[in-house]
Every structure is written in structure tokens, then in C-alpha cells.
């Protein structure tokens, strides 16, 4: 095979996946079902969004010239890449409609039984993810945003889950609802439980709190399905399996953390579209 014939063989290959989440944008490149690279960004504004869809239509590069969103290190990736997206923020969905390669995967593409119709599209990927490579059944803790918990059966079939406000989000919201509580920024090991200044005190509570309740869900889980899975993803994941470590380490040993969950289920629908 010529060299040129191998290059256009491998771009052909070349696809992108967007999962547009509520704090910020993931993304993956992949060259057939080899994810080369994730990388996340901030939501975009529709000029960086026009500017970065117009460099991929005249067949430019496609991070060519934008700080972001681009793989870091500006790998070179074929121009025109398909945009395979997942999104549970629609102001955000309809920058990339204009896009001529563009595939919105919806819940109607995932096959999952006993899906309600409100049921978040990353929710149901992260859990087709876990289960091509770890089967049925299987628990998703994803800790983004929101914080969701989602289990499925061993047939595939959805159980159902949680919903809360995850660890960015608590944090948050405590500041911004009381007087004398300043920011909090994200702490990078487990706070002291019992915490003797302010700041520590708001990590303590987030983080013990969120973690205990998740633990409690993990254990009612395996009371149903002593065999199942269970995924952790997210950002806040890091945390959570720390959180584990310290407090449950049988349980955290068993935990599987897979940070990029999302292009599992993403890369496995596309598959079966494509046929
Ligand atoms: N350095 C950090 N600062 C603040 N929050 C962090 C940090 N690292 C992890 N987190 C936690 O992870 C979350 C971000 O995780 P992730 O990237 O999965 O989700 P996201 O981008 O916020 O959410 P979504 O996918 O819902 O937009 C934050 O909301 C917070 O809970
Ligand atoms: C819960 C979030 C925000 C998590 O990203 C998302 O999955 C969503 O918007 N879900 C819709 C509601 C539901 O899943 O029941
Ligand atoms: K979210």
C-alpha cells in the first residue's frame, strides 16, 4: 500500500465524539474504535463554535488556529471529521446542527430496555459503555455535575437510579446561599471528617456526605445484584474513589473507575449505526 493510500485509509477512520455535559464540553478522538485522545473545554459561544465548524468545512485542520477546543500537544487530525455528539444541554446542541458531518445520538439509538423518555442520553451511554466491556448487570456512578447513579439488570434492562447535586455543585451552592460561607475549591485529597476551619468543615460535609450516601446506594445494589458491576466516571470521580479507599476499601477495590465512560457508550452506538 502506497503511503498516501495508508494516510487517507486512516483518515477515513478519523471521527470525533462530543458530549456536551452542563459544566463543560468532553471530547474524543478516535481513529475507528481506537479512542487517541479525550480532552474537555469550556462551553462554547456560537462565533468559536461557526469559527471552528467553518475550518473543518474548508477541510483546514480542524483545531487548526483555536486555542479551544484542541487536543493538547495539536496532534494533526484529518479535516471533516465525522461529529458523533451526546448532549443534555440543548442551547449548547444547536452550534453543531449547522455542521454537515454532524450525528446526534438519542435515547432511541441505545439499546437499553425499560428506558423512561426523560432519562439523560449520557446517563444511558455511560451504562451500555459499562456493559460491552464489563456485561450485565451493571451500577454507573457518575460523578459530574450532577452526581447520577444508574443501574441496569441482567438482562439490560434499566432499574432505574439518582440524582443529586454533585460535589462542585454542593460546594457551590453553600456559598452562594449563605452569608458568611466563603468559596471552596475543590480539595485535591480527603479533608480531616472532623474539621477545624471553615473551609475544611464545607469539604468535610460535601465530601463525607456525598460519599456515605453513595456507599449506602453501592450496598443496596449489591443486596439486588451481588455480582454486578460497578463503573465510577466523571470528574468528581477521583474524589469519590478516594472517599472508598479510606472509608469502604472492600468496596473500593472492587469499584472499577473509567473516566472516559461516555465514549464507550458513544463509540458502541456509532458502531452499530455504521453497521
Ligand atoms: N479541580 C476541580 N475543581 C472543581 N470541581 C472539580 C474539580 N475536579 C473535579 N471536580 C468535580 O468534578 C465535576 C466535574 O466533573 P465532570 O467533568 O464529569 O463533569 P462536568 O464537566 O462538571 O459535568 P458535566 O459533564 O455534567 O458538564 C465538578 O462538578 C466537581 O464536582
Ligand atoms: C442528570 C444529568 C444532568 C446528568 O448529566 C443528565 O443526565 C440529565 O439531564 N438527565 C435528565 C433526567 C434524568 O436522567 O432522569
Ligand atoms: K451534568
Redesign the pocket.
Known sequence: MSNSATESGRDARNWLAL?I????L?WAWFQGEVCKQVW?SPHLDSAAGEKLIHGWNRGELWCAGLESPGPPGGEAIAPNPPLWIASVVPHQLALWQSYGRFYLITLEDVPLLGLYPTLGI?RALALVGAARQWGWPVLVV?????LTLTGADPEGRLVGGAILP????QLQSLTEKTAALPPV??PATLPPRWALTTPEAIASGVIYGIGSGVRDFIEDWWQRFPTSTVVIT???GE?LLRYLQESAPEMAKQAIAMPDLIFAGICYIKQQQSG
Not at 457518575?142 to 450532577?146: C, E, F, H, S, V
Not at 454533585?166 to 455543585?169: K, P
Open positions: 458530549s455535559g452542563n459544566s463543560r468532553h474537555h449520557d457518575d460523578a459530574g455535575t450532577a454533585g460535589f462542585g455543585l475549591t475543590f466523571g470528574g468528581g474524589m
